[in-house]
């Protein structure tokens, strides 16, 4: 076999893959700011000319596209009892992506901005894809490599990881992006973004997996078991209503930055501190989830989501006005991101059971439908109207996640 793999978890191997996700989470919280969807790559397509159509076609890829190939995803790795290939793969996919980018705007000059942002988006689409991908496994095999009683530990030790690696690596792009001119600040994140990357795969070499039930369906066969794990699980239909009202939400941020842009300059210093700020709200969230998580449950966690896109779609109408006032948005904005991560992303494994996760994975990429046409049809309508209509869209979408929320039954975060 090309892998170590068994047939029950041992102590001694739940340690063991224990601190190889560890390592995992400590380089890849060193990468994430390097690469921040929401607003470094944005502001660098928009210096490259990119409109605001392509803007909403960005984020529909990194965004709804992934997550709806996570349904064939699940179709095809359901078969395997094995995963870790198939999360290697995936991972080294994306590093391959990410030494693309960095060779693309390299060779921006000549190739021209056209050429240019064609092959930038070929590779934003194998880059989200194969994030797609490699998730389905790392989901899988976080279920059964970790042993229950140990899932805390790493959960806590991740949160704390995440936030050092943020901050460290949001003052690396940040130094980045003021002291190297345009295109070089791009070749040099990307390039350190896949150093980084590959160096965080390597924890899975070391992994030992366990030989997981291999269930022999096609592709149809599974597509057809959806709709009566919908029926069954009343939690699962508002799940998958709330990744359509609410989590429109987080294809929002990447127009906060083009908004951004049309009332001041988006200078390298602008994109620096964009990043900072937003990643300041996710560290504030993320520090306040770590302390006091316990104390709710995820479906509480869901309303102060809903909350704090509400405050940033607001703000973003009110402090418009002032570079400086207008960062706080990006605070705001950063804080949502990181609660609703946490709360979709937790929910999923409470309402699953690892029997049926791959599925659910799966039910979920193919569920979130909204999310992967609402960017799109924003960036095509924002040439013939203003920014407010598209507001107030939003916010109706949004607000109606608060009548599902509302139903979810969840336990504490204990």
Excluded at 20 to 25: I, S
Excluded at 198 to 206: C, H, T
Excluded at 364 to 383: K, Q
Excluded at 384 to 397: A, D, E, K, N, T
């Amino acid at each position: 076999m090309p892998f170590e793999v068994e047939m029950e978890l041992s102590e001694q191997n739940s340690r063991n893959n224990l601190i190889a996700f560890l390592w995992h989470a400590v380089f890849l919280a060193l990468t994430v700011s390097l690469v921040e969807v929401n607003t470094v790559v944005p502001a660098l397509l928009l210096k490259l000319g990119a409109s605001s159509f392509l803007l909403g076609l960005f984020t529909t890829i990194t965004l709804g596209g992934a997550s709806f190939a996570q349904l064939f995803f699940a179709g095809v790795l359901l078969n395997r009892p094995r995963k870790k290939g198939a999360l290697l793969l995936g991972i080294n996919l994306r590093v391959g992506a990410l030494f693309g980018l960095a060779l693309t705007f390299a060779w921006s000059d000549r190739l021209g901005s056209t050429t240019t942002l064609v092959i930038l988006f070929l590779l934003i689409a194998l880059f989200s894809l194969s994030g797609a991908f490699a998730n389905i496994s790392f989901t899988d095999l976080l279920g059964k490599s970790i042993r229950k009683e140990r899932r805390k530990t790493f959960f806590t030790a991740k949160q704390i990881i995440n936030s050092a690696g943020l901050l460290v690596s949001t003052l690396v792009a940040r130094t980045i992006l003021k002291s190297v001119d345009f295109p070089g600040n791009s070749v040099v994140l990307f390039s350190l973004a896949g150093i980084l990357l590959l160096v965080a795969s390597l924890g899975f070499w070391r992994l030992r997996e366990v030989e997981g039930e291999g269930r022999r369906r096609s592709f149809f066969s599974f597509v057809r078991q959806i709709p009566g794990e919908i029926r069954r699980n009343p939690n699962l239909k508002r799940y998958l209503g709330i990744m359509n009202t609410l989590g429109v939400g987080m294809g929002v941020p990447p127009f906060l930055v083009l908004y951004a842009r049309e009332h001041f300059q988006l200078t390298a210093e602008v994109v620096g501190n964009i990043l900072f700020f937003i990643t300041f709200g996710l560290l504030v969230a993320g520090l306040f989830l770590f302390k006091f998580a316990a104390r709710f449950n995820y479906r509480e966690l869901l309303f102060a989501a809903l909350g704090l896109q509400l405050a940033t779609l607001l703000g973003a109408v009110l402090l418009h006005g002032s570079a400086t006032a207008s960062l706080f948005v990006f605070t705001l904005a950063g804080m949502f991101l990181a609660t609703y991560r946490m709360a979709i992303g937790g929910l999923l494994l409470e309402i699953s059971t690892m029997e049926n996760r791959t599925v659910y994975a799966g039910i979920a990429g193919a569920g979130s439908i909204l999310p992967l046409i609402a960017p799109l049809a924003a960036g095509a309508v924002l040439p013939f109207v203003s920014f407010l209509p598209l507001l107030v869209v939003v916010v109706v979408v949004v607000t109606a996640s608060g009548f599902l929320i509302r139903g979810i039954e969840c336990r504490p975060l204990k």
